[in-house]
Each structure stands twice: as structure tokens, then as C-alpha cells.
């Protein structure tokens, strides 16, 4: 006997020392359906004749169920059905009079929702009641109560709105951003899908889609590594690796151009792209703190962040069609299944790939021939004309003043241009060795004021200058000539802006200060500089270029980068450019607010050197103190300028 309990003891010990099943977790990915899809989707099944009732029965002419404007809504978590209605039921009396009665009013169903095993939602009613046409209980209600059970009630039961597409394109976006090493895990995971109960709120239905996972995956992987900033040539190299994520954006901004045309809008979805493009550089020069050190990763998700929230509000207010409605709604679900996944699940190995970027572009545009992750440097006519840009800029019609006379020299006759202009003639022996130019800021502002909102500007740059612009590196023996000519030249364009987009006097004035400090923050006036004996153009770590060191990253797509490189007027007019839409949209809202005018100088450059979300960073007190040693750096040039100063090549500052 007690051999025998020994020996049951012993089996119960094996039996729990011996390993189960592995431990499995639950992960959820929510398929949100907007109660604006749902509702249109109804309407289409219920009404497909715009404008007209639908006949649900029609027996002779005094027998009939009829209803229009079918709804559906969510109050308190609860969904519900509603539509107008009115019936009829009679006969003749006696082949003279008809006997008829009529009732007109509309139902309500309280519903609940499934999705049956060919996922299709449908709707399954828990209770209705019928109204008169003042929301009270009608008097007679017998023969409408059963004509709505007979024809309306299974009308509503049998619809189903189809769920298959979401819940495809959601699985082979998950595929597509897997290894093939972790191809096995994700497709157990996959053969696991269920549906969850399914939660009402006050915008949509959420469907949870569960997937069964070993317990093992869930668990974060290991962070990366810190890296150092990098070098140019390293800094190039990883923004190809990042040119996927850029070229994903700007495919689908222009998918969404023609569906959202108003400004609200185009202004939401710029500031997205010029602020990633932003972002992405302040990761690569190791300027940004990067959670998890996957800055790839990261990158992805601020920008889905900001993109989701902008096209789910626009698919329920634009009057899209229902197609594609249901491509906004699956582009969205899709998104955020991956981002879902690869945070609750990192060891199922999903990445964000080439292959997944285009697989969720093209949820959106299934129709286009353009590949979603094209990449180039070339100019995007479509993506400059969705965000109103003003037309690339030509070679304007400027005038350069001639330097000023010695003291006590009588003035002589102008001689005609020469073809190239000769070598700079050295200073009178009474003169200083250096003769500063004119005050940019007052003497130019009262002299071109006049001019800055005529019909006609100034005769052309004079070709021998432009020229000598383009391949000029300023020396001692001419840095006074240079800053004369670039000073009249930098405020001259700017003017040429201010008449296009016809500032006021006040805003006239500051924007005329603000380029040139700008300017000399950026390059210190200067476009080209010598490198191993070469004139080469300016070009920071960054890929900022020319004397308004334009960021050729930020603004692939708007603007020519051969031209931005060998053109010093192109580089300021598009500096001027990108100038004028941060102070026109940001920065004097901002200067109003503060009662402070000249603030939109700081605002604006504040957006110019960090995107459009930098706009008010000069009056945040934790500001990064490089960026405020910066902004304030542009204040000090931006005063010294409207006070008279002039432009010093010697020290990069304004005298």
C-alpha cells in the first residue's frame, strides 16, 4: 500500500515537472470604422436613388410601406438605426369610396453588431419603436408596426458591410514588413485571427482583430546602440536609407490633393512634410534624442502620428465617394495594425520595409502607375501647385545703385557697361583701405519704398554682375565692392517679394530688415567659398545650400538644386520665398499676439531654420540652448540692420 501511494506521488511529480504548452498572449488590432462610412453605406443599400423614397412594399395603390433618409447614429455607446416612413393600408368600399388609413412618421432600432464569419458587419435589432411625425406615440400603429417587421427589420438584418478588403490589406501589409526569418511566427499568428466584441463609441465602431502570439513575443527587444553624429559623407549615405519614408509622404499628399482642396488642409498637410523633413535631419546630425535609438522607426510613427488624424477627418466631412472612403479607412487600419504589432509583439520580427511603404501607399491609390517610393531631386510641378506655390522663380528686373563718390570728387559721365567687369580698382591713398557700403536696412527701405508695390520694377541686373555673382569668393581687396552690390541686392529682392504678396507698409519694412540678417546668419552673404583651391558652393553638414542655405532635403520637390547651388539670385528669391509663407501664415499671428510687431522677424526665421513647428520656440524657456544662442544671434543682426547697419564680411555681422 505504500508502494503504491509512493509510486502515485511520484506520477504526480512528473506529470507537473513535465513542460506545457508555451504561454500564449492576446494582441489586438483595432479596425476602426468611422460612423460616417457606416452611415453611407447604409444609404447607398437603402436609397439608391438619390432624392427619392425607396419602396420596401407596394400592393395597389393604398398598400405600401415607404422610407427615406435612412441614419444611423451612436448615443451613448449604443448604435441606432432611424428612417422616415409612411404607410398606407385600404381597400375599395363597395367599388366607390376607398377605405384607407395612413400613418407618416419615422422608426427607431436599437441595434447591436456582429461580424458574421464572411466578415461582413452586420446588424442584429434589439428592440424599435415607431413615431409620428412629432416624435410622440401615433394612435393607430398596428398595421405600420407589422408592415416594419414584414419588410424593414430582415431589409436591415440582411445587410452586411463587407470587411474583407481591411482585414486582407492589414495581413499582407504584415507580411510584407517581416523577414523571411520571421515569416513562420507571423503567419501561426495570423491563422489565429478572431474577432473580439466589438465596442460603439461616439465616432465609429471599433472591430477588435486577435491574434494569438507566444507570450516570448511580446517581450521589447534590446535597444540599439547610441551612435555619434555623423560625418557628410556618412549623413548622405543613411538619408538614402531614409528617402522611403520621404517619398511615401509626398506620394500620398499628392493622392490626397485631389480629395482635399481646402487650405485648412493643404496647411496641415505641408507643415507635416516640411516638419519631418526637419525632423529627419535634427536625427541624422544627432541633434534629436531617439527613443529606442531606432531613428528610422521612430521617424515613421511622428509622422503617422500626424498624418492619421488628417485624413480620418477629412474621410467623414470632404463628400468623398464610399470607394473611397473605405481606401481611407483601410490606409488608416492598416497603419496603425502595423505600428500596433511592432509595439505589442517586437519578436514576431515586423519591420518597417520598401516593400510594407508601398504595399500601404497603394491602399490609398490601388489605380496609380507611379511608383510610391519613387525618390528624385527633380522639381514636383504637382506638389508645388497642391500647396500654392508661387511660381518658380526668374531672374528679375532689379537695378544695382553705382558705389558712392570720395569725398570732395566731382561726379563724370556713366560709362556704357563694360562685358565683364574689370578687376576692383584700389582705394584713393586719403581713403581708408576699407570703404563700407551704405546702410542696408534704412537708406535702401527709403529708397526702394516707393517702388515696392509700383506696377514696374527697376531695369535688369546688369549680366556682367549676375555673372561675376556666380562665380564671386569675396577677397580683402574686394569685400567692400561685394558687400555693396550683395546688400542692395538682397534687399532689392526682397522687395520684389514684398510687391507679389503685398505686404503693408509696417509688415514691408520688417520683412526688408529680415532678409539680409538672414542672410548673413545663414552664409555671411557669402554663396561660394575655396576648397582645395576649387569655388565651390556653400554647402553645411546638414545639405543647406548657398548664401540663404536652402536645405536641399527640406525642399526637394519645390525648387531646382542645380539652381539653388550655381545661382546666387535663385538661391535668394527661393530663400525669399519660403521666408514670406512662414511670415504671412505664422509669424505676424504670433507678432499679434505679443503686441510686438518686429516678433514676426524672430517668428519667422524661427520656422525657416526649424520648420514650421519652430515658430515659437524664442519664446519657450527650455528651448535647446544652441537654438536660442541662434535665435538670438538673428535678433541682434535684425536690430542692427533696421537701425542702419551694414553688411561686414570681415566678421559675419551687421556694422
Known sequence: MQRIIQS?????????????????????????????????ALVESFTPESGKPTVLFQQGSYNYLHITEPRLSIRDGQPYFSCNANASMGFDSLGILPSVVKWEGFVLMRLDFFVDPQWQLRYRILDSAIYNEKGGK?????????????????????????????????????????????????EAALKTLTVGTLRAGADGITVPLLLTVDNALTRA?????????????????????????????????????????????QEQLFDLLITSRHQLLMILTGQAPVENRDPFRQLFIDVWEQLRPIVESSSGKSGLMQKKMLRYMTFINAGDALLTLDRTAPGLGIHLTSDGLRRLARMMQPDSKEDPLHFDWQIDPALR??????????????????????????????????QTLPP????PANQPARAHAPPVGITLLTFFLGIAHADELPAAIQPTISQRLNRWVPTDEDEAEYERIMGQLLTALALEQVKRDALTPQHTKIFLNLVPAVAMIESCWQHFELKNDKIVVRRNQAGGLGIMQINQHVWRGFYNMDRLQGDVVYNIQAGNQILMRYFKQHAIKVAEEMNAPDMAARAAYAAYNGGPGAVRRFLKTGTNPRLKKIDDHLWKLYQRISAGGSGNLATCDIM
Open 221 to 265: 527587444a534590446a535597444p540599439l546602440p547610441a551612435e555619434a553624429p555623423l560625418g557628410f559623407e556618412e549623413l548622405e549615405k543613411l538619408q538614402q536609407a531614409f528617402e522611403p519614408i520621404d517619398a511615401f509622404l509626398v506620394f500620398t499628399i499628392k493622392g490626397l490633393s485631389t480629395d482635399l482642396g481646402d487650405s485648412l488642409h
Open 8 to 40: 502515485f506521488f511520484l506520477l504526480i511529480l512528473l506529470l507537473t515537472a513535465t513542460p506545457g504548452p508555451l504561454a500564449a498572449a492576446t494582441v489586438e488590432l483595432p479596425l476602426f470604422l468611422r460612423t460616417q462610412i457606416l452611415q453611407n
Open 424 to 427: 576692383p580698382v584700389p582705394p
Open 138 to 186: 401615433p394612435v393607430v400603429t398596428g398595421f405600420a408596426w407589422e408592415l416594419s417587421k414584414r419588410f424593414l427589420h430582415p431589409r436591415l438584418e440582411e445587410f452586411g458591410f463587407d470587411l474583407t478588403m481591411p482585414q486582407e490589406d492589414i495581413s499582407n501589409l504584415l507580411r510584407a514588413c517581416a523577414s523571411p526569418a520571421d515569416a513562420a511566427p507571423l
Open 385 to 418: 501647385d497642391f500647396f500654392q506655390f508661387q511660381p518658380e522663380p526668374v531672374a528679375p528686373a532689379i537695378e544695382i545703385m553705382p558705389p558712392p563718390l570720395p569725398a570732395g570728387e566731382p561726379p563724370t559721365d556713366p560709362a556704357p557697361p563694360p
